[in-house]
């Protein structure tokens, strides 16, 4: 064995040895320095395993979006509407504005056996309007499975949004819930306490194999079940435990897969929902940013969208046409609530030594992989509920959820759907009266294209005029172009 000498090297100009401060440590000393850090790393790699760790990655808006497709990229957009809803000819002025392609399935006249044959048992005390809207749901998604098609988005016929929805929202969202679902996610399949919720995407490979964006523009369908773009928010835990601001805080996202994405549509923080802006700002969330993230408590079912595999579930085992038998489940939308949430249960490993210390473990069919997107892309309108109207006529005592109770007086004076910032509530942007097409339904038997039969003129002028505006990509409404024009006045007067 050779040994190199040491050449003597210049320290301050004097020829000699380096100070001993810079002399090489001993053997034993730097043995101990590799063992320490190897220990350490180890360590951070446990805890990494451990505590999933998700920072928040800001998903830049593209400078110019290709507009959706009319489906706004799933294989259908499907409406769960009653027979002879008054609110469906508003919806459908509103998609022919937007150049929105809708399937409205056709709904039985549900009767009072249908009712009881939902039912688990005489001593039952659920709702009669929220059994309807339970079977109306269900209904929409047979459908869809009949179809073969691959996925749906299933809205209510009362949704709210905003004319831009397929020129600007769906691509922007589009781009960030690919990104979330298709992102290599940190290993959180270790088991933990029932105090932690580890990722519902825990199923996943670290990396999917390629798939086409344009043919799965939210990423494949082997990697999520259940798009939430239309909800009352999802507040990250019950409304009874707080939200927003005072009990929420950044660090509340690190241990849920988000992205927050730049989307010019949102309106300003201060014109959003109340509940939502308090959330978004205590999340420390940049204005007009949308937050995409794995579901933690999402909550009603304006507009969701579904696989074949989870709408085969939902109909079969999670929310069958046929009342529960789990308690506190007496709607539709808490049920997928539910399955949602089962989801980020941890899994019993087989080992009895740490399956004692998991209290609320998984079902063994799992639930549903779940990505709520908000401010969302649909809201209710506000105005009478059908399923309340039916709960009252059976003498039912209605409460206004919190909800909407929180967002009535803003509605009012934005004259615009919650957390919508260019829609169809206050009717300027609709081409016809919505009655005529209704009454030409009924007098038509219930053919759907009697509505466009009924349409004159005048009506075929003012949707193509809707539509030259949006082309523009602009918000036609008179106050939102004054309000416009009278700031560009004071910057010019600057």
Known sequence: MHSVPMKKSHWNGVAGTM?????????????????????????????????????????????????????????????????????????????????????????????????????????????????????????AIQWFMDSGLETALIMEDDVDFDVRIRTKQAPITQAAVRDLVSRPQPNTSRPVSSSRSPSSFTQQTRRLPYFNPKKYPYGPTTSWDLLYLGTCGDYLNGLGDGLGVGHHH????????????????????????????????????????????E?????????????????????????????????????????????????????????????????EPRDPEGGLRCVSVQPELFHHMEGSSMIAGIEEAGGAEV?????????????????????????????????????????????????ETARERAMDEGDWRRLRDRRRDLEKGICAKKRVMEAEEESRKKGKGR
């Open 399 to 447: 409460f206004r959820p919190p909800v909407d109770v929180a967002a009535f007086e803003q509605v009012g004076w934005r004259k615009e759907s919650a957390n919508i910032g260019c829609g169809f509530w206050d009717g300027e942007l609709l081409f016809r009266d919505e009655a005529k097409g209704t009454q030409a339904v009924k007098d038509a038997g219930g053919d």
């Open 250 to 293: 950044p660090i509340n996202l690190t241990t849920i897969p988000h992205i927050a994405t730049f989307d010019p549509t949102i309106p300003p923080r201060y014109d959003l929902h109340p509940f939502t802006a308090s959330l978004l700002t205590a999340l420390d969330i940049p204005a007009q940013h949308r937050l995409v993230h």
């Open 19 to 139: 100070p001993s401060m810079l002399s090489r440590p001993p053997r034993n000393s730097r043995s101990i320095l590799q063992i320490v850090a190897v220990a350490v790393g180890l360590l951070v790699l446990y805890y990494l395993n451990w505590l999933p760790i998700f920072p928040s990655f800001y998903h830049p808006s593209p400078s110019t979006t290709k507009p959706a497709n009319a489906t706004l990229g799933f294989g259908a957009l499907v409406v769960v509407s009653g027979a002879d809803s008054p609110r469906l000819d508003r919806l459908i002025q509103a998609a022919n504005v937007s150049g929105l392609e809708l399937h409205v399935p056709q709904q039985p006249k549900w009767s009072e056996q249908d009712v009881d044959n939902f039912r688990n048992s005489t001593q039952s005390d659920m709702g009669i309007g929220s059994i309807l809207a339970w079977l109306a749901h269900n209904k």
């Open 295 to 359: 579901s933690r408590w999402p909550l009603c079912t304006f507009g969701y969208a579904l696989t074949r595999a989870s709408a085969h579930r939902l109909l079969t085992t999670l929310a069958p046409p046929r009342e529960p038998a789990w308690e506190g489940t007496r709607a539709y939308d808490v049920a997928i609530l539910k399955a949602c949430r089962e989801n980020l249960k941890p899994e019993l490993t087989g080992d009895p030594a740490i399956d004692a210390n998991i209290a």
